[in-house]
């Protein structure tokens, strides 16, 4: 008997740098001192490595510029209170363990450096053993917590953008982790 194998096909990303920036810039993201610099100096500035990380690691995941200006905008837009609002955070917070889930991650940004990959990685595995949650639960609670949004992996890089956002010159203000996990934490009352 013979078995098929099923191949994925490779994810493509049709978004380049200049995406983004178009997309920052519209939305009011990136100041205009940035998006003016010349091309020499785009290079090396700290806002066009950022731009280049967002392209890469959040365009195989938008279909579409508004896709990718939604996944954008997450890095710059959050509001606890509207986000613990909506009907799909409410479908989060009721299923068992989420709120553990919510706890033990609060606890882990606050303790701990800013959130980059290899961070992200201890925190995920540190509140899957503290809270005792796995699978969707706790996917889905850390990112509601810190993207605003549930869905899957591409939620993940919009957290390690974060920091970086939050750090960078000529970025409009981001929230970093930590100051996310303040806000949700404190909306949940």
């Known amino acids: 008997m013979r078995t098929e194998r099923t191949t994925r096909a490779p994810v493509v990303n049709s978004w380049t740098a200049s995406d983004v920036r178009a997309i920052l810039i519209q939305y009011g993201w990136l100041a205009d001192a940035v998006s003016s610099i010349s091309a020499a100096e785009t290079n090396?500035?700290?806002a066009e490595s950022?731009?280049?990380?967002?392209?890469?690691?959040?365009?195989?995941?938008a279909a579409n510029r508004g896709a990718l200006a939604e996944l954008l905008g997450l890095v710059f837009r959050y509001d606890a209170r509207e986000i613990i609002a909506s009907p799909e955070a409410h479908a989060v917070m009721l299923r068992e363990g989420a709120r553990d889930a919510i706890r033990a991650l609060g606890l882990e940004v606050l303790v701990g450096p800013p959130v980059d990959s290899a961070r992200f990685n201890e925190i995920f595995s540190a509140v899957r053993q503290r809270s005792g949650t796995s699978g969707r639960v706790l996917f889905y609670s850390i990112r509601l917590a810190l993207a605003g949004r549930v869905g899957e992996g591409e939620l993940?890089?919009?957290i390690l953008l974060l920091a970086t956002a939050a750090a960078t010159p000529g970025f409009a203000s981001a929230k970093t982790a930590r100051e996310r996990m303040i806000e949700f934490c404190a909306a949940l009352d």
Do not use: C, F, K, Y
């Open 44 to 46: 090396s500035s700290p």
């Open 50 to 61: 950022w731009i280049e990380n967002a392209a890469t690691w959040l365009g195989p995941h």
């Open 156 to 158: 993940d890089r919009v």
